[in-house]
């Protein structure tokens, strides 16, 4: 019987391996140049670290997580997000033990049961940012400058960034109020589960993408009208760098964000046709694990997504070479001298083929093409008697004589 990944996952073919690769070079590249180090967490954890970390009422802990028992019965979690996790290594490990701020990043795995569609998966990639230790609005417009600077390199274009402020435990309460009676006034308009958010977390439902919630919402009460003192200086500080930085953004009041540990800043980076990148701050969530009261920001950025908008854009992600030369052999001793010179070629750093299919010399050329080899060479008793070889070169045909024996300047050719 055939049988067929699961629903929402896909395999990642060689065809494409470049493309990961290129994009996570890129994200790898921008890290190091910002002092951010690589964190990797495993792929399951405790649910209880989602259920308390993300926060009951969001999506994810409602209906997205692969949650299952282990054979210990240990209520086990496949990672829908990589904050939590980040964040429970960094105490766990005591991280906030050492010169502060930390500032780690992520390529990992994240696991949702979700409707799948064009960039909505099950199994999906999320490259990453969290910083912790510093409550400073400069930190938030870095982190923000990361993503950014980032999906730049690549050569996006029509990217936008938008921004918000969610308050913290001192404002927010005022808000809450405030809008639960707003939407209490209303509540016959909205849907069933946003009646259900109103007790619990009211908020939420200015995230709803119910078309008559929106309709509601649209003119609910505002967090910006809301917001304290600190919290009001902090907006400010981080629309100012920002245009120190020049990364043009727009206020958009109705950014929650589906997870329930942001306070303050939080935003959405928008590509022409996905929202990229989520992030924000969460300067509640290290204390809420079990840490120390620290705070922190950083984002989320899907790598599924983030490829598909590349192609949709057109942007060309250089290829490689597979193959610099393909060494062909006519008869048996040739052969083995073909499969030692492969071996001594590839250990100067060329990538190199030989004949491992019993091909006749027409077959191995016209697969040595197939493979888009730079150079092809054959050798037969002629070759292995002169202690010479020709290498041809596939774009002109032009050949280069070089001895068997110099390994350095048959590399020099094929380089
Ligand atoms: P959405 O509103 O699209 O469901 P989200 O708010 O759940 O997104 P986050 O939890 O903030 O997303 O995750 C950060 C990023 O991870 C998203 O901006 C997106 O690029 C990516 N992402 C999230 N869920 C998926 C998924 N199911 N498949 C592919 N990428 C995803
Ligand atoms: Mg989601």
């Not at 690769?21 to 405790?46: C, H, W």
């Not at 009422?57 to 997205?64: L, N």
């Not at 929106?214 to 981080?238: R, S, W």
């Not at 062909?328 to 070629?345: P, S, W």
Request: hydrophobic share 35%.
């Amino acid at each position: 019987m055939e049988m067929q990944a699961p629903k929402g996952t896909k395999d990642m073919l060689p065809e494409d391996a470049y493309k990961w690769q290129y994009v996570e070079s890129i994200l790898r590249d921008v890290a190091k140049n910002y002092g951010i180090r690589e964190v990797r967490t495993p792929m399951f954890e405790n649910t209880e670290l989602f259920s308390r970390g993300v926060g009951e009422t969001s999506d994810i802990v409602t209906k997205e997580m692969y949650t299952f028992n282990d054979k210990g019965n240990r209520s086990i979690t496949l990672k829908p997000e990589v904050t939590a996790p980040v964040v429970r290594a960094f105490v766990e490990n005591r991280l906030f033990n050492e010169a502060q701020p930390t500032k780690l990043y992520y390529i990992s795995p994240c696991f949702r049961y979700e409707k799948a569609q064009r960039g909505r998966f099950r199994q999906f990639h999320q490259f990453g940012v969290e910083v912790f230790g510093s409550k400073e609005p400069s930190m938030d417009v870095e982190v923000i400058s990361v993503a950014m600077t980032s999906l730049k390199k690549m050569g996006l274009k029509s990217l936008s960034l938008n921004i918000n402020n969610l308050g913290c435990a001192n404002c927010r309460p005022n808000f809450n109020e405030a809008l639960k009676k707003y939407l209490e006034d209303n509540k016959e308009c909205l849907c069933g589960l946003c009646q259900t958010r109103l007790e619990k977390n009211p908020m939420r439902i200015l995230d709803c993408k119910e078309k008559k919630c929106g309709e509601i919402t649209k003119n609910a009460p505002i967090i910006l009208d809301y917001m304290c003192e600190e919290c009001d200086t902090h907006f400010t500080e981080v629309k100012k760098y920002l245009e120190v930085l020049e990364i043009p953004y727009k206020v958009d009041p109705s950014i929650v964000r589906g997870l329930d540990y942001y306070t303050k800043t939080t935003f959405e980076i928008l590509s022409s046709e996905f929202t990229v990148c989520g992030g924000g701050r969460y300067d509640k969530l290290i204390e809420e694990i079990g840490g120390p009261d620290m705070p922190a920001v950083g984002f989320g950025l899907g790598l599924e997504r983030l490829l598909l908008t590349l192609e949709k854009e057109g942007i060309e992600i250089p290829k490689e070479n597979i193959f610099d030369l393909y060494i062909g052999a006519r008869g048996d001793n040739a052969e083995m001298e073909g499969f030692k010179l492969a071996n001594k070629l590839r250990a100067a750093g060329i990538k190199c083929e030989t004949n491992h299919m019993g091909r006749a010399v027409k077959a191995q050329m016209k697969y040595a093409n197939k493979i888009g080899a730079a150079f092809t060479t054959i050798l037969g008793d002629d070759e292995l008697q002169n202690k010479t070889i020709r290498l041809k070169r596939m774009s002109d045909g032009e050949q280069f004589e070089v001895s068997l024996e110099n390994i350095e300047e048959i590399a020099n050719v094929l380089k």
